[in-house]
């Protein structure tokens, strides 16, 4: 009785796919996996899900980051370790969010926003979050991704807010966590300051500015300017003083009847004649002060004067630099030295406020313009142009940002910038560049981290002040009790309503309130490692056995993301790195290399690829392609294009099997067929290949190498287990007697598909899965799924170096020999009568074993073997005059007749073992490469050649009439064979054959009629037109028209 479950020769894999899900969720595989290894485990892996936000649609992005997390885990778990926790989170906060309800809600300020009402607004915020969690949740499922989804951390959760609270005290207490009045990059159109981190994401586009040099007229002195210039023509109207370099040489010159003051070397902005009148060092300037450009405002301290400053240079401008403190960092800190004014005339909008009256209410880019007409009229303006230069743009909403001068709460990471640096050493970076590149570099400028935002949806600063200016941060529910009294037992911690909780200062008796901020979002995200268990104040030891986490993955943007977060607040909080390892994702793009985007109609929908291919296929697709982090071309065609390579050839070897296993009742469990140790070359070589794959696939995986151990079973399904074993062994599954043979066959064949299967099962968990179900049959002690079976095992009792160098050569040779074939039109099927493989001695000790095999691959009657490919090719150089004359000018003659004087021969195996060839001409010497010489092979008469590596090999192309006559039985054969798959016939149905032909041709055909009975299951081979009721056929073979006629046989 047949063992396995009968297989389709054409699957529906996503068909075969949703079984395996039902299947899944049926019989809760997933929990019982779990559960199995938390029992019998031989160490934890801990796993932490970058959380996504779920108010917007998963792309092909989404499912890349999936499908990694998901194989290496798997792999994980079938290495016996308990993946724990591996826990969905989703991240619930900040701007993204706003922005989104914002627009929803028509909504375009925050003064908008609190005439709406916080409460509103922030409850529209925590609908919105979850507005597609539903098709998240079936994205993660559909693509075969285990994570807890029912359980999910959420950053919204006031356990989670609590124990970033905490951990905001821990920084607090260290004296890490403070508050400044400073220049940071801020969203006019968010109305929030941004990190730094932040920037980074949002990156710099190429803008046009202008471009204007200005005069400052001195006080004091008739006629006399400074000459500055700006490509920020709003930020003149907030001046304070002008800036120039101690050290540098200034001058004064005569300019069309004006005194003019600028930096020596940067003269040439002056068109025309100019007199220089006196020269003298940028010191000898400060303390000069001159007319502002504006008088909007009074300053209360020191302004518009000239002072020294070491970020002054020469390499563009005048070398005296505008400044005003209000709108430039080292503008600040030199106001700061100085004790200068600052004027701020710019509010929270990005808008002109109100003192300076002609440009009142205008956005500050659209003030430029009116702002340089003024200086115009005011004969201020010197020279007016456009400047292209990178400028910074808000992360969320595209916004150009402005350096603006706010009061912000920072997080000191410039004390703490060599214990980041520390702790990155400890980190295991994918791609390794990026520990000591991008990441590592952004770590070095040890900027601090602007944690405070201007906005509602968020966790809330757990910071109180009150009027005297003493501060208390909370670090928990419970403190806040302490202070403040009992919370509602219902409390939420966000605003409004955190904001009406106030208490009495302890220190003055004053009233606190908290200051009005929430936290950048990324802070959050960057404490999911603790946060998650509600740490301290749930899960200690729980979270001190997991920490740091074994293994995080997202995409490439996250370096400077989340990557960047979680290691600031792991460092800032516990001095530790947070995670062990990261893979960092490259961009999924289309299939030309250009990022996705709705506009240009060239987005890829996940679930179209899921519907018509199936996820496995589009997970393959991803893991062989290219390595983890590099960038990722992708359409649906590449994906069928995979599926149609790897998975088809996959189910071809696994229905031979399953199909001749039912037919022969072929059981692997069964005593009856008894398991020995095969001597068949074919086994041994194919078990020393399996185990040589299982070690590359686990050092790979072990290395997060996935893309090195996808390509190594690719290889070994697709050339070695389909195209070779089960191409070579057809003959001895289809022979008739069960013989030790035979059963060897089987079992090695069985094995090996076995174990494919469960190497696979990371990769491909829902086809593997379905394999494993039919293939596990007959096997009482089988696990209920291929994910609670374990990884393969190398054995190295298997492993036989020598046999598959042998069988390697042999491969390579069989292809170089059906490449000469083809370059001449000669068809496998027809015999030749000699094949020639010329190599080195060693390499033909390895191949000779295996002659047999070169003869039936390549169809030829004789094999000799030779170190010496004299008799059989003869070699020529040929200069490339293009080439060598531009290189070699003078020389290039002389070089053609040295190349003339040069043993071809010789002088091809140097080019091709060094990749050069060396000559002297003239007492010079001089390298030659491909580029400059190449070379022609001209083969022996009736040779054809081909080559594989440095083996060579020569099939002799003469057609003898018994090789004709061989060659016609091979036509007949592929025809009969034909219309035995048109005919729909069983792989073991005998069948009879008659040929209606000409009596010369039939002769010909029972030359070899025993070869045509033998490989087609023929018990009758006769001429004629045989019976009416037969599967009849025309064909054309060697000119003459005949017909073959096929019955099955009784």
């Known amino acids: 009785m047949p063992l396995y479950k009968d297989v389709e020769t054409t699957p529906d894999y996503p068909k075969i796919e949703e079984e395996i899900l039902k299947f899944w969720k049926q019989n809760k595989i997933f929990q019982k996996t779990q559960q199995y290894r938390e029992k019998n485990n031989k160490g934890w892996f801990v796993f932490l899900e970058g959380p996504p936000t779920a108010n917007g649609l998963p792309h092909v992005g989404h499912v890349l980051t999936r499908a990694v997390k998901d194989v290496v885990m798997r792999y994980r778990t079938m290495k016996g370790e308990y ?61 075969a991704t285990w994570m807890d989804m029912d359980n999910p951390y959420v950053t919204l959760e006031p356990y989670f807010i609590e124990s970033v609270w905490w951990s905001l005290k821990q920084i607090w207490s260290k004296g890490n966590l403070y508050r400044d009045y400073y220049v940071v990059l801020y969203c006019p159109r968010c109305g929030t300051p941004l990190s730094a981190h932040e920037v980074a994401l949002g990156g710099y586009k190429d803008v046009k500015d202008p471009s204007i040099h200005i005069k400052f007229k001195l006080l004091g002195e008739d006629n006399t300017y400074f000459l500055a210039w700006t490509t920020t023509p709003w930020t003149l109207l907030s001046n304070v003083a002008l800036a120039v370099h101690p050290d540098y040489d200034y001058i004064l010159v005569e300019y069309k009847g004006e005194r003019l003051i600028l930096a020596k070397a940067l003269q040439m902005v002056l068109e025309g004649n100019y007199k220089i009148i006196r020269e003298f060092k940028g010191k000898e300037l400060e303390g000069l002060e001159y007319w502002p450009l504006f008088d909007f405002v009074k300053p209360e301290k020191k302004a518009f004067v000239v002072v020294l400053a070491d970020f002054v240079t020469l390499t563009e401008g005048t070398g005296i630099v505008h ?40 956005k500050v880019k659209d003030a430029d313009k009116k702002i340089i007409e003024a200086l115009r009229e005011k004969g201020l303006l010197f020279r007016e142009g456009v400047l292209e230069h990178a400028y910074p743009f808000c992360w969320r909403c595209d916004t150009p940002l402005l350096y603006y001068a706010i009061e912000t709460w920072y997080i000191k990471l410039s004390a703490l910038r060599e214990n980041l640096l520390r702790n990155n050493e400890k980190i295991n970076w994918y791609p390794r560049h990026l520990k000591h590149g991008r990441f590592g570099n952004f770590l070095e400028e040890g900027k601090d981290w602007a944690l405070s935002r201007n906005r509602y949806w968020g966790t809330p600063l757990p910071i109180w002040k009150c009027e005297n200016k003493h501060y208390v941060c909370v ?116 299939e030309h290399g250009h990022k996705m985007s709705k506009s240009k109609g060239n987005v890829v929908d996940p679930n179209l690829i899921f519907t018509n291919e199936g996820a496995d296929a589009m997970r393959w697709y991803f893991f062989v392609s290219s390595p983890p982090w590099a960038p990722k071309r992708f359409s649906e065609k590449m994906v069928i294009e995979t599926r149609n390579h790897f998975l088809n050839t996959l189910w071809n070897v696994y229905y031979f099997y399953v199909t001749n296993s039912n037919i022969d009742e072929f059981n692997p469990y069964d005593d009856k067929f008894n398991r020995k140790d095969s001597q068949n070359i074919l086994d041994r070589w194919l078990k020393s290949r399996l185990n040589h794959v299982i070690k590359t ?39 008739a007697e069960m013989d030790e043979d035979k059963i060897a066959a089987y079992h090695t064949l069985f094995e090996a598909l076995e174990k494919t299967v469960r190497l696979l099962a990371p990769f491909i968990p829902l086809i593997s899965e379905a394999m494993y179900q039919n293939l596990s049959k007959g096997n009482v002690a089988a696990p209920e799924s291929v994910h609670m079976t374990d990884f393969p095992e190398f054995r190295e009792e298997l492993f036989d170096d020598e046999l598959e160098k042998s069988m390697g050569l042999a491969i390579e040779i069989s292809s170089a020999g059906r490449a000469a ?60 005059y293009k080439n060598i004359g531009p290189k070699f000018k003078n020389l290039a003659p002389k070089i053609v007749q040295e190349l003339g004087r040069l043993d071809p021969k010789e002088a091809a195996q140097k080019l091709a073992e060094q990749n050069k060839l060396t000559l002297f001409v003239g007492g010079d010497q001089v390298e030659l490469t491909s580029e400059e010489v190449e070379v022609e092979t001209l083969e022996k008469e009736n040779y054809v050649m081909g080559q594989a590596g440095r083996v060579k090999v020569f099939l002799n192309t003469v057609i003898t009439s018994e090789l004709a006559q061989e060659a016609l039985a091979r036509e007949i054969v592929r025809r009969i064979q034909t219309m035995r798959k048109e005919m729909n016939l069983d792989y073991m149905q005998r069948i009879e054959v008659y040929i209606d032909c000409s009596e010369k041709m039939f002769q010909e055909i029972e030359e070899n009629s025993d070869y045509i009975r033998e490989e087609t299951l023929a018990t009758i081979l006769k001429q004629g037109k045989g019976k009416t009721k037969g599967y009849q056929k025309k064909w054309k073979i060697k000119d003459e028209q005949i017909t073959i006629s096929i019955n099955e046989a009784k």
């Open 83 to 143: 993946v724990n926790p591996r826990r969905a989170g989703w991240d619930t906060h900040g701007l993204p969010v706003e922005l989104e309800v914002e627009k929803a809600l028509g909504l375009n300020s925050k003064k908008e926003i609190e005439e709406y009402g916080v409460a509103k607004f922030n409850e529209k915020c925590k609908e919105s979050v979850f507005r597609y969690e539903k098709e998240w949740v079936r994205m993660t499922e559909r693509v």
């Open 323 to 362: 400044m005003a403190p209000a709108f430039g960092a080292e503008d600040f800190e030199v106001a700061k030295k100085y004790d200068l004014a600052i004027i701020q005339l710019v509010d929270e909008a990005g808008r002109i406020k109100d003192e300076a009256k002609p440009f009142a209410g205008m």
């Open 475 to 590: 670090g928990s529910f419970k403190e806040l009790e302490d202070y403040a009294g009992p919370l509602p037992k219902d409390f939420d911690p966000h605003r409004p309503y955190v904001d009406q909780i106030t208490f009495a200062c302890p220190e003055c008796g004053a009233n606190m309130k908290r200051e009005p901020y929430v936290i950048d979002c990324w802070y959050d995200s960057g404490a999911a490692s603790f946060a998650e268990h509600h740490y301290p104040f749930e899960n200690k030891e729980f979270f001190e056995k997991t920490f740091p986490v074994t293994f995080i993955t997202e995409a490439i943007d996250q370096t400077r993301g989340w990557f960047f977060s979680l290691h600031a607040v792991g460092t800032a909080v516990f001095d530790s790195h947070a995670y062990q390892n990261v893979v960092s994702l490259g961009h999924v793009l289309d």
């Open 697 to 735: 696939v686990d050092s790979s995986m072990k290395n997060y190498m996935i893309h090195t151990a996808a390509r190594a079973i690719d290889k070994f399904v697709v050339d070695e287990l389909s195209n070779w074993y089960i191409r070579r062994s057809r003959r001895r599954f289809w022979r």
């Open 821 to 880: 074939r083809a370059t001449k039109n000669i068809k496998l099927r027809h015999p030749l009568q000699e094949l020639v493989v010329v190599a080195d001695s060693e390499k033909l000790e390895y191949v000779k074993p295996l002659e047999h095999v070169l003869k039936d691959e390549l169809n030829v009657k004789n094999v000799k073997y030779e170190t010496d490919d004299s008799n059989y090719v003869t070699y020529k150089l040929k200069p490339n």
